[in-house]
Nanobody, 124 residues
Framework: QVQLVESGGGLVQAGGSLRLSCVAS????????MAWFRQAPGKEREFVAD????????YYADSVKGRFTISRDNPKNTVYLQMNSLRPEDTAVYYC?????????????????WGQGTQVTVSS
């Protein structure tokens, strides 16, 4: 069983930056692909970014490419999402997720473990 706890959300003005963190419990963090998803009010949860177990390969939604960076620190059991040039449309609850599969994936069903989420609000 893996537990994921996100932090780092908050209120920021458009054009600003935030860094989200997600700490995983357990000793097998390096065995999991990790990802960030987000869900805005009234909308479905959507993929943001994915990083493979070694951290060598990342994958981004087109809407955040060039502005967001996902990274991980396996000895610290932590995955990060650096968010720059934030826009009001980035406002959402951001969720950390972990799964075991080959390659990268934007599918919710591939991720078995989920955090509780952290709110990000971008004001215009």
């Amino acid at each position: 069983q893996v537990q994921l706890v996100e932090s780092g959300g908050g209120l920021v003005q458009a054009g600003g930056s935030l860094r989200l963190s997600c700490v995983a419990s357990g000793r097998t963090f390096s065995s999991y692909n990790m990802a960030w998803f987000r869900q805005a009010p009234g909308k479905e949860r959507e993929f943001v970014a994915d990083i493979i177990r070694s951290g060598d390969i990342t994958y981004y939604a087109d809407s955040v490419k060039g502005r967001f960076t996902i990274s991980r620190d396996n000895p610290k059991n932590t995955v990060y999402l650096q968010m720059n040039s934030l826009r009001p449309e980035d406002t959402a609850v951001y969720y950390c997720a972990g799964g075991v599969f080959y390659g990268v994936s934007r599918r919710l069903a591939d991720y078995k473990y989920w955090g509780q989420g952290t709110q990000v609000t971008v004001s215009s």
